[in-house]
């Protein structure tokens, strides 16, 4: 199995000159967000839910009512012309995103996903070192990759596997950025793995410029910009959490009939949350306010007068979903995620529900991408222990030795 690596253009980073100009492109068009208030979803039965007793709660977005009880509501009903309606070309868009996680769904539940892991000619590619590319990774990025191809939607698409992006069809409205399997490197001991997805307008002011260029632009776009974020995650269900510009909303795969049906409207993360996530064998690498405010959340003296627990499965995606369950803060603080399909995305996601995303500083989501893996420290969570976190000012870890595991 062939993976496209394009390695032409000049390591992927925003040239100078646009460095003033991409930020300004970024008025266009404004953003008042696409969509519409007023949610509705219609009624159907649940004939293949058998009366589980699976109710989706009538709950209040921005008041209007979403979902119906005792009924189901399936993303593409969701976003559709009696949901939310994002669009035509977006719903075509998410149905082939759907489809293509599917897929890979089915991939890392297979029995063949270890064989297939085990097939050494795909992996570790020089230079990657220990963030080499995984086997299901890569077949990942070609099912993501044929899906937007196919959705005839997507002008560019930016993948976390690939040197640079791709152009797929000229006139596309849309623009993807995405890791399409994160956390691969614990597939073999089945632990849960996810894809994460961020979507903007193409950016047409740049139509003119060359292919290359105009591919690393429009992927180098603010996450202030995103239309839609995603992740998908793949654990005892599949869940896609999604956000259209208002709230995040998460998805349960139904396997009786393969519609991803809404099982969580309008998620608000708690303001607090007595857990922290985060690779505390790292410890004697972080700074001193990070530590400081771990030693202070665990036993119990920070602002939240409880003692906090450490919840660490080492998957953003899973690590981030407990998160927007439970509350708490996630985090990487070394330079290891990346701002374009990991920070953004996930940034949007927590904002959606009312936390914040940062690098310990920063807001993410104003932040403005110079290179196209760009890696950044990433911390997402709720509100308050977000602020918290942020006050001890020194949580950024600097040193960045490299770990074996
Ligand atoms: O080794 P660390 O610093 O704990 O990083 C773990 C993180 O790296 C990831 O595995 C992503 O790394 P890759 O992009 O190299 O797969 C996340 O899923 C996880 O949260």
């Keep these: 199995m062939q993976t496209p690596r394009v390695t ?165 409205p849309f623009v993807v950025v995405t890791d399409p399997l994160d956390g691969s490197r614990n597939i073999d001991a089945s632990i849960p793995t996810g894809t994460i997805f961020g979507i903007y307008n193409r950016l047409v002011e740049l139509d003119d410029l060359p292919e290359e260029e105009k591919a690393l632009l429009n992927s180098l776009q603010t996450g202030a910009r995103l239309v839609a974020a995603g992740y998908v995650l793949y654990s005892s269900a599949t869940i896609l959490c999604a956000s259209f510009g208002s709230g995040t909303h998460a998805f349960t795969l139904d396997r009786s009939t393969g519609d991803f049906i809404l099982t969580h409207p309008s998620i608000k993360i708690p303001s607090r949350g007595q857990i922290y996530s985060v690779n505390d064998a790292r410890y004697f690498d972080w700074p001193e306010g990070l530590r400081r405010y771990i030693d202070t959340v665990r036993q119990g003296k920070g602002r939240y007068p409880k003692k906090y627990s450490a919840r660490y499965i080492c998957s953003l995606v899973a690590d981030l979903h407990r998160t927007l369950m439970y509350g708490g803060v996630a985090m990487n603080p070394r330079d290891h995620l990346r701002i374009v399909y990991e920070g953004n995305p996930l940034s949007f996601l927590v904002e959606q529900a009312g936390g914040r995303g940062s690098d310990g ?36 870890q600097k040193v960045n030795p490299g770990y074996e595991v």
Aim: charged share 20%; glycine share 10%.
């Design 8 to 172: 032409s253009y000049s390591a992927q980073v925003l040239p100078p000159k646009y460095r003033y100009i991409l930020p300004k492109l970024h008025n266009f068009p404004p953003k008042g967000h696409l969509f519409p208030q007023s949610i509705f979803c219609r009624k159907r039965r649940m004939a293949s839910l058998g009366g589980s007793g699976f109710v989706v709660r009538s709950q209040v977005v921005d008041g209007s009512s979403i979902g119906v009880d005792n009924g189901i509501c399936t993303l593409n009903e969701y976003v559709g012309k009696g949901g939310i309606d994002v669009g035509d070309d977006l719903v075509v868009l998410l149905d082939h995103i759907q489809y293509a996680c599917k897929r890979i769904a089915a991939l890392v539940a297979s029995p063949f996903n270890s064989s297939l892991g085990k097939q050494t000619s795909l992996a570790g590619i020089s230079g990657y070192g220990r963030d080499a590319p995984k086997p299901l990774d890569i077949v990942s990025n070609e099912i993501i990759l044929s899906s937007l191809r196919n959705s005839g939607k997507v002008a560019v698409m930016a993948s976390e596997e690939d040197d640079a992006p791709i152009w797929l069809t000229d006139g596309g």
């Design 361 to 396: 500083k920063n807001r993410i989501l104003s932040m403005q991408p110079v290179k196209l893996h760009q890696r950044l420290p990433l911390f997402l969570g709720s509100l308050e222990d977000m602020e918290e976190l942020e006050s001890y000012g020194d949580v950024q």
